[in-house]
């Protein structure tokens, strides 16, 4: 283990991941100035090291060889050794990430690199053991093999790493293709079904990540093309990750991902950016369909995130680890002797059918292969099925198994929780001000809605500068390090969310004025599309564009659909012409690979099919203007946007000045339908409103 009483540069800085090794015998720098001074001077070359605080993997790393003193001494010798916070720092893990995938065809945390004191890279790795294995180097033979090839052979070195420069640059080049069509939907429904698991669900085999924006594309698909198999894609996927593992029966929210076909074992970790998206995503689910599953699961993701994510303030922590105790997912498995002790004998027993335990345990250990005597609580059917199967009506089962479950909770509650990461994220909370926004509107939820502006005033109030620009982090009184793509992409479309479920104009205000400053600092004049950091960032290997949709949505997808939005929301050409030139940019990569740009291809559905703007004149509390709200947010339209003209609303004709025609009639709630840039007659009948939005 650690000994305590060392300590490294990392004990002043506030990521919690960086302090889990300030106590390490490595002589850890935090990424600046000094540490690549100090390798100029001493001629050494930098072992950069990049995680995350619940990353499962950068434990074992550290355990092995970070906390190792002989290893430590090694490094130390050879090295000028960096570590950063991937979630503080996306924009230096971007670039390196970027040249590990180049180099070796993969990627991942903890990821590797080795590199001059000017930055370039000319070694890339993810974990690495500290003996070595499988006929690849570890920790105590990669040392010194590097050791002697900075010592002996540096021209080598320098001339690998300029290789690797040019191409990264050239990676990062794109041309501006052909203007997309509709029929890019097709395909991408077409890979999709390709790809899915039509037995299990999810998409390809282990391991299976969520990718809720992949589900929420194909519900628009279904929704433009009346394809049900697309809608059929969706719900049992969402059904399948609610019952499995991957969801904590006990205290809910979702994990990071399966390790499995089956989403039975799951890694742990619990992520906030997870939890929006999955919120999204069941939201949508339910519009689309009705099903209250999807909206029982919604409201158990946005409970967890309320109970055990949100600061005092409002805004919301980052992550829960995987591991406690040295062990990943000790926290959440189950014996059979445990749930015996907990709960009286019958329920013990019901609930040992139900969560499908047994003696040996459900699952097997990843690393040996063997049963572990313990179980992963999970459902096989839905419980309307388990309670036919026990004569039982599903409203009696369910609320016995939510007996159960509580009883579970709290004894649960007295092990040694996983490690919080309570950092807070601009960008991860901008997800989350949009999920609870969007639930709250659709199923008419006041408390998530509160609880969304509660977060977005803390964020405005701590991570929101005079000149409007943004931060990235808050953490312990402290908001620092300069704000990227997504955190202005997120943020935003939060505001978008908070604006339709409250109709309170400052927030749309503060979208278009954030969405300004975006644009003024990160926008490419001349091919398009945003860069990952604005041009006073530091400079790395090059501004770098980012759109892939991997396990969270890119800056650039999510910006597709604000600019069309606030575009048809103001009647800003400009804004249109940005997001034509967006799609244009990344056409030909697209089309490639469809299924790598979820969310891209969201926006891709709203530009290129029959979309709507509707306005309501009325007074908001008025029963009519409710009614007519109502039946809108209600439903899954998800190609329109809504605005509400209040009589004594003068902002809201700032910010969309053709809305001062569009007035209550006999002083009564009105709507108007305005479809393809052609606007219908005003409508005071909900019925008729519906039918030409065509639900």
């Known amino acids: 283990m650690t000994d305590s009483s060392e300590q490294n540069r990392l004990t002043k800085e506030k990521s919690p991941y960086l302090l889990q090794h300030a106590h390490n015998p490595v002589d850890w720098y935090p990424w600046g100035e000094e540490a690549f001074k100090k390798a100029k001077e001493e001629d050494k070359p930098i072992f950069l090291s990049i995680g995350y605080a619940t990353c499962h993997w950068c434990h074992v790393m550290a355990h092995e060889s970070f906390e190792d003193k002989g290893i430590a001494e090694m490094m130390n010798r050879a090295f000028v050794n960096i570590k950063v916070d991937r979630e503080e720092r996306p924009d230096i893990d971007n670039t390196y990430m970027t040249v590990c995938q180049m180099l070796t065809g993969s990627g991942g945390w903890p990821l590797t690199i080795l590199m001059t004191p000017e930055k370039k890279p000319f070694y890339a790795a993810t974990y690495i053991p500290k003996e070595g294995r499988y006929g690849r180097p570890g920790m105590r033979e990669l040392i010194p093999r590097i050791n002697g090839l900075w010592n002996n052979e540096r021209q080598k070195v320098n001339n690998s790493a300029e290789e690797i420069i040019q191409a990264f640059q050239k990676s990062n080049r794109q041309e501006r293709g052909e203007a997309l069509t509709t029929e890019i939907l097709e395909e991408a429904f077409q890979t999709y079904s390709q790809q899915y698991d039509s037995k299990k669900g999810g998409f390809g085999s282990a391991p299976k990540f969520p990718s809720p924006h992949n589900l929420m594309y194909l519900l628009r698909y279904w929704r433009h093309s009346g394809e049900e198999s ?309 400079e790395l290997l090059g501004r770098k564009k980012e759109v892939y949709d991997g396990a969270i949505p890119s800056g650039n997808s999510v910006a597709l659909s604000n600019l069309l939005r606030i575009g048809r929301m103001t009647a800003d050409v400009d804004l249109e012409t940005k997001a034509d030139e967006l799609m244009r940019l990344y056409s030909s990569q697209v089309k490639r690979a469809p299924t790598g740009f979820g969310q891209f291809l969201q926006g891709v559905y709203f530009a290129l099919t029959e979309s709507y703007e509707i306005v309501i004149a009325g007074e908001r509390d008025d029963k009519a203007t409710q009614d007519m709200l109502n039946r809108v947010q209600s439903n899954f339209i998800p190609n329109k946007v809504i605005l509400l003209h209040e009589p004594g609303d003068s902002k809201i004709r700032d910010l969309a000045p053709y809305v001062k025609e569009q007035r209550m009639v006999d002083d009564k709630t009105a709507a108007y339908v305005c479809r393809n840039y052609s606007c219908e007659m005003p409508t005071q009948d909900p019925r008729k409103v519906m039918n030409l939005l065509k639900i």
């Open 230 to 538: 697309a809608l059929r894609m969706v719900t049992t996927t969402l059904d399948a990750m609610q019952k499995g593992g991957l969801f904590d029966q006990v205290g809910f929210g979702f994990h990071r991902y399966s390790t499995d076909a089956d989403w039975l074992v799951p890694h742990f970790e619990k992520m906030l950016y997870d939890q929006a998206m999955l919120t999204l995503a069941y939201t949508e689910a339910w519009q689309a369909t009705g099903n209250n599953r999807f909206k029982e699961t919604a409201d158990k993701t946005i409970a967890y995130v309320l109970r055990d994510m949100q600061h005092s303030e409002g805004a919301f922590y980052s992550a829960e680890d995987a591991d406690s105790e040295g062990e990943e997912g000790k926290f959440y498995v189950w014996s059979m002797d445990e749930i015996r002790e907990a709960l009286p004998t019958p329920e013990a027993e019901l609930a040992i059918e139900v969560f499908n335990m047994t003696e040996e345990g459900n699952y097997a250990d990843e690393a040996s292969g063997r049963r572990t005597g313990t179980n992963i609580l999970h459902l096989t059917k839905p419980l309307e099925n388990l309670a036919e199967e026990r004569n039982m009506s599903a409203e009696k089962l369910k609320k016995k198994i939510n007996e159960i479950r509580e009883i579970l909770y709290h004894r649960r509650e007295q092990r040694q929780r996983p490690l919080l990461d309570d950092k807070i994220l601009t960008d991860w909370n901008g997800l989350m001000i949009a999920a609870l926004a969007k639930a709250g509107k659709v199923f008419n939820d006041h408390t998530s809605i509160e609880a969304a502006e509660k977060a977005y005033s803390f964020i405005k109030d701590t991570l929101i500068r005079e000149d409007g620009t943004l931060l990235h982090r808050f953490r312990e009184g402290e908001s620092a390090i300069r704000a990227h793509t997504d955190d202005y992409a997120f943020l935003i479309w939060g505001l978008l969310e908070l604006y339709e479920a409250t109709f309170n104009t400052d927030y749309l205000e503060d979208a278009v004025e954030l969405n300004n400053i975006f644009i003024d600092r990160f926008w490419d004049g001349k091919q398009g599309g945003f860069y990952f950091t604005d041009e006073e960032s530091e």
